[in-house]
């Protein structure tokens, strides 16, 4: 089942609602992993703005967790090759949010910015101590982001604050689905039309499960936050006026242009 | 003012009330930094549970901002210190918030966890591109935090995520305070009582100001996110029954007791 938040053109505020195979929404009143009743009101996708999915409690990200994209990142930035020796969990911050289609703005100093195509979990169930069996049950659905990456920061920089926080650098969308084939799944991120990075979405070098029981065994999930699984392959460094589609198989396609501020 | 956020004894849900100076509370609708009125009801401060003054929105952490804690740090660590040469606010994470007088659990495997007691600052306004001079417009209030660290995992892994964000490492409150002289503050950390750390609350390395105006450069602010200052100087080693008191000159005192898993 897809489901999207959604504003009506000029709204401030939205709500949930089912996108059914015809693009219609079935809006609902709560929230789609907590108590939600049907509103009755029926809209066509094409008349509704699409919101961000969420605004994570915990915005948590794997960070380096596919091996050939670590590489590249070394090679790249001049600096060796860290391959994570166990599944540290890191964060995002809900400031830098987009919704599909909207823009990414690339900050007057930026010098380096790449895209970075990520599956996106949405947890649906507070959870802890989940043994890596059971650990998918907590798992709501799945989304795409596009953790948007200042290069030059990211090496300068203490933490990620502006190298992947900046406003408008983690585009999240389009809906959440909840049927997912991981395992059959590929992400393709496309540059002005062009496909210029592909892998397959399971390559990961700590799998979801692994990342869930290890998380949980000192904190506490909770419904609403978001888990992002990190990226393969490396990106070309982008320019105002791209437009970069993110597409994992069965979860749609996210896509937003970057323009200068 | 002293605003705390509240809930009745076996509660689930709270709210927020003015504590005046004879211990009353005078409970409202809405958020202190919002909109907001009078329910009319009154409490006695000894009647109610005290919770997390609030669940930011955004969790931000200056880490690193005391030169003294700095060295002593990397001396106890035996790493070379590195003292940061430009403001870089990080992130902690709501999961391991807990109010006043609630217990802070040491995992099992916790080998050595220290206390770190912080100014916090809690952001009333939105905010973008604020310079200096204008940056505490932004700020409602002040309250206290507790950097909860485990220095093993500080150093072995990647990323913060258990070291400082394992469940119940961030004590917070008792209460926000909208009136605060951060120029005459003195953060005294007590331990079963005896006064362990003493510092100058506002000998920091980078001063609110400028961390704001930095981070307002790429990022917008909003209501209900917190900054976390940093600490100076040295903790032991805390242990299951240790009682950590953080008092900050006009903020009251932060008190939790550490428990064994």
């Not at 949930?16 to 509103?39: C, F, I, K, Q, S």
């Not at 070098?205 to 699984?229: E, N, Q």
């Not at 070309?236 to 791209?242: C, M, N, S, T």
Request: glycine share 10%.
């Amino acid at each position: 089942m897809r489901w999207i938040h959604f504003a009506l053109p000029g709204a401030d505020a939205g709500g949930y609602g089912r996108l059914d195979d015809e693009d219609r929404v079935h809006a609902v009143r709560g929230t789609p992993w907590g108590a939600h009743e049907n509103t009755g009101q029926l809209l066509r996708l094409a008349d509704v703005r699409i919101g961000v999915p969420l605004v994570p409690r915990t915005f948590y990200a794997a960070g380096l967790n596919y091996v050939k994209h670590i590489h590249e990142y070394a090679a790249h930035s001049g600096i060796a090759a860290n391959v994570p020796q166990q599944a540290d969990i890191g964060y995002r911050a809900v400031n830098a949010l987009v919704a599909h289609e909207e823009n990414v703005v690339i900050p007057a100093d930026a010098r380096q910015v790449e895209y970075e195509g990520e599956l996106v979990v949405v947890i649906g169930k507070k959870a802890r101590d989940l043994a890596p069996e059971r650990a998918l049950d907590c798992v709501f659905g799945y989304t795409i982001g596009n953790d948007v990456s200042e290069r030059i920061w990211q090496k300068s920089d203490r933490t990620f604050w502006r190298a992947k926080n900046a406003d408008t650098f983690k585009p999240m969308g389009p809906w959440i689905e909840t049927a997912f084939d991981l395992e059959n799944a590929e992400t393709t991120v496309r540059l002005n039309g062009e496909p210029r990075t592909r892998f397959r979405t399971a390559d990961m070098l700590f799998d979801l499960p692994t990342f869930i029981s290890r998380m949980t065994r000192y904190l506490t999930l909770h419904p609403g936050d978001v888990i992002w699984m990190g990226t393969d392959g490396q990106s070309p460094a982008l320019h105002p006026g791209d437009v970069v589609e993110v597409g994992i198989t069965g979860l749609g396609t996210l896509r937003n242009r970057f323009v200068a501020a």
